[in-house]
Every structure is written in C-alpha cells, then in structure tokens.
C-alpha cells in the first residue's frame, strides 16, 4: 500500500515539473500544432509550414508568409516560394518525394502519403 502511494506521488511530482514539449495552438486562434521546416536544392529554397501532427490526406498548397500559418493549422502543407517562377520546379519536386523518391525523400519522407499534388 505505501509503495503504491508512493509510486503515484512520484508519478504526480513528475507530470508538475516536467517540461512541456508539446507545441499548443496560439490561444487566440485554434487549430491544429503547426512545425516549420526549409529545403534548399540546389537554387530552389522554401520554406514549409505544415501540421505537427500528419494524420489525414491534406492539400499541399503554395502560399505566402501571411498565410502559410493558419494554412497549416487547418491542415494544409504549405510550401512558401520567394520566386514565383520556380513553382513548378517546386512542385515537381513534391510529386516525387509523393512517389518516395528525389531530394525531398530522406527529409521529408514522414510527408509521403500525406498530401495531394495538383496535376495541370
């Protein structure tokens, strides 16, 4: 009996003082916990926004540094691209690391099967 009592406090004493690495929504606007990441390959470079969490199918979308954030907090993959003409490039890129292949596939291999690619 004492070492179960004992136990739980122990138990209780590390859920009080363990840090949180959690990360938590902004309390002023919900959604899902968001990561951020970049690539470079070669001259093409962005930034992506995109769930912490990949449950679901969602949509890989090209955005902005304005939007990408509550893009991702509704479940989007948001890939940011300061030039506006390597879009495609970019998505080529996505569509293979789709098919577990090119340069994105040991970084973001965990976003396989994650998203869906446009096809023009």
């Known amino acids: 009996m004492a070492i179960g009592r004992v136990l739980v406090a122990v138990a209780c004493a590390l859920m009080l003082t363990a840090p949180s690495t959690a990360a938590a929504p902004s309390q002023d606007r919900p959604g899902r916990a968001t990561m951020t990441m970049a690539y470079e390959v070669g001259d093409l470079a962005a930034v992506v926004h995109a769930p912490r969490t990949l449950v ?47 340069p994105l596939a040991e970084r973001f291999a965990g976003f396989a099967g994650h998203f869906t690619v446009a096809r023009p």
Do not use: K, Q
């Open 56 to 102: 679901d199918v969602g949509p890989l979308v090209f955005g902005n540094d304005l939007t990408a954030p509550l893009l991702a907090e509704r479940g989007a993959i948001v890939v940011v691209v300061h030039d506006r003409w390597s879009v495609d490039r970019h998505r080529e890129l996505w569509r293979a690391l789709d098919e577990r292949s090119g």
